[in-house]
């Protein structure tokens, strides 16, 4: 095939954003209402898959509370420029001008009161209103770069452009047509990518601890920990270990072969089973758990601390140890539930090999990273979708 006939048949852009998630619309919005041509290609067969099935199907769009302290990445600063460039607010006024109706549900964050689809709908009209052309269901056999072009065939066709964003995700629930596609075309082009690991994921449990598995079902607010980093909020047991939003928190923060401790009485005051020996001499251990937690977890835990007969009958020492027990009660999970269920990835595109500012590749111009294919995960609470939004928005400012 000749030259001409190459270029015959290549369409030019001025960039192109591989992937139609959050972060991907909101920069070809973006970059489109800037006046850029910009092409969209997503494998899916539609787009924002993932944000319509956030949330239970209503899509925490966003935290009131996000802050640089709620992300993970091996460079906390990193965040900063973008999220402070376009925060929660931002995204709000951008909701509130669609007239989508929202509440607040707890901890500061924002869901739709109808459905994840609007979120959707918003950006694609958004989108339109950037003349982004977006292209689902092409797969994308080839990305080349060379004359200060990037070339990509999909789905039998050719596009190019000066600027090329990777906005293709983590490989968080492949079902969904997540991929590790990212890191592949990352390293492609030199960069590093730091050690990709399911986030937001249920912890398994085995041997003695996998007992605690009968509690299947019963869940408490607890604050659970994981090295530094505690998290107050409920912590549910499953069949094959821990879950719940205390659990899926520090799960980001775990690594194989350490231990997370649960505080299941984080009100009590310490020692204060001494204090109901005192007052309550002849009531038992049990008798007092079942009093603040679900009856099976205070049998469960009663079981374990082994303190048999009524509070008069325990030395003060053993209650002392039988408190502080209770309130770091260790577990040692032998797994997470991986990235079939992890709602996001730690890790990804090293953060030292782009700009904070556009998401640029510093060595690589043209080359954008944005969104969860980046090393920087949030909390739970709608600190993911805000950090979509924010770098999303970053690059789309820099096209
Ligand atoms: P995202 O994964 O959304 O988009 C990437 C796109 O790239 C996809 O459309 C995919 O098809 C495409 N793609 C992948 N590989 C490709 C390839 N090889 N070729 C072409 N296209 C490719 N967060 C939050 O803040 N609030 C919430 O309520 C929830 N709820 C939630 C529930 C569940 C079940 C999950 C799994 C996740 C959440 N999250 C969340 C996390 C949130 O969904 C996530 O952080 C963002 O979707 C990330 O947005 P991105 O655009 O970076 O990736």
Redesign the pocket.
């Known amino acids: 095939m000749g030259i001409g006939a190459t270029s015959r048949m290549t369409e030019t852009f001025d960039a192109i954003i591989?992937?139609?998630?959050?972060?991907?619309l909101m920069c070809a919005a973006i970059a489109g209402q800037r006046g850029r041509r910009v092409l969209v290609?997503?494998?899916?067969n539609a787009?924002?898959?993932?944000?319509l099935?956030?949330?239970g199907g209503r899509?925490?769009?966003?935290n009131l509370g996000t802050a640089p302290d709620r992300y993970i990445s091996m460079n906390p600063h990193f965040v900063k420029s973008a999220l402070g460039r376009y925060g929660a607010q931002d995204f709000l006024a951008l909701v509130e001008r669609y007239g989508i109706a929202w509440h607040e549900k707890t901890l500061g964050q924002l869901f739709c009161d109808g459905s994840a689809r609007q979120i959707v709908d918003m950006l694609l009209s958004e989108c339109d209103r950037g003349e982004v052309e977006l292209r689902v269901a092409?797969?994308?056999s080839d990305v080349a770069h060379g004359d200060g072009q990037y070339r990509v065939t999909h789905g039998g066709r050719v596009a190019q452009a000066p600027a090329l964003v990777i906005?293709?995700?983590?490989p968080?629930?492949p079902k969904?047509?997540?991929?590790g596609?990212?890191y592949d075309l990352a390293r492609q082009f030199g960069l590093k990518v730091v050690e990709p690991r399911p986030a937001l994921v249920p912890l398994t449990l085995s041997g003695e601890e996998a007992l605690f598995r009968d509690l299947a079902g019963v869940s408490a607010p607890v604050v659970a920990r994981c090295g530094k980093a505690s998290f107050a909020e409920a912590a549910l047991f499953t069949h094959r270990g821990l879950s719940g939003p205390a659990i899926l928190q520090v799960s980001s923060y775990w690594y194989p072969g350490q231990p997370i401790g649960i505080d299941f009485l984080p009100r009590a005051p310490e020692d204060w089973l001494i204090a109901a020996k005192r007052e309550r001499p002849r009531a038992t251990v049990q008798q007092l758990l079942a009093a603040q937690l679900p009856d099976r977890l205070a049998g469960a835990l009663a079981e374990r601390l082994a303190l048999t007969g009524g509070l008069a009958d325990q030395k003060d020492r053993a209650l002392v140890e039988a408190g502080q027990r209770l309130s770091d009660w260790r577990f040692v999970p032998n797994g997470s539930e991986g990235f079939a269920k992890?709602?996001?990835t730690v890790g990804g595109i090293d953060t030292a090999g782009l700009s904070s500012k556009t998401m640029e590749a510093r060595k690589v111009p043209g080359l954008y990273a944005?969104?969860?294919?980046v090393d920087v995960t949030?909390w739970l609470?709608?600190?993911?979708?805000?950090?979509?939004w924010a770098s999303?928005w970053a690059a789309g400012q820099a096209l």
């Open positions: 591989l992937g139609a998630g959050g972060a991907g290609i997503d494998h899916a787009p924002g898959k993932k944000i099935i956030s949330g899509c925490n769009f966003t092409a797969p994308i906005a293709t995700g983590g968080s629930i969904m047509g997540a991929s596609f990212a992890a709602e996001v944005i969104g969860e294919a949030g609470g709608g600190y993911n979708f805000q950090w979509a999303g």
